[in-house]
């Protein structure tokens, strides 16, 4: 099973422009150390807090998710997913869990 450590949750917040939080955590997995992803497929992830417009103290912890085809394939991006997390620390640890479960279905 893959690990994917994401960063505590006062990270993602802490950025702001305006009334939009801009810390956003990404990552991917499958990557060769060698060759990058040019002929591997690779699982890729993003996780930041949205700020609902309209309602400025409601706040969503997402976590969405894609693989990326191999370049040499045309490098196009399939199966995104996306989930909602409370939007604390807690959710932090909820949404890694998912993105490992999530990993896993694909094969990573």
Known sequence: MS???LPCYPWLVSKHEGRFVTNTYSGSLGTLTD????????FNYRVYVDISSGEENSFRLLAETYIIQPWICGGNKTDFERAEFE????GVKDAEEWLVRTAAKYGF
């Open 3 to 5: 690990k994917i450590d």
């Open 35 to 42: 060759q990058g992803c040019v002929s591997v497929r690779t």
């Open 87 to 90: 939007s604390s620390q807690k």
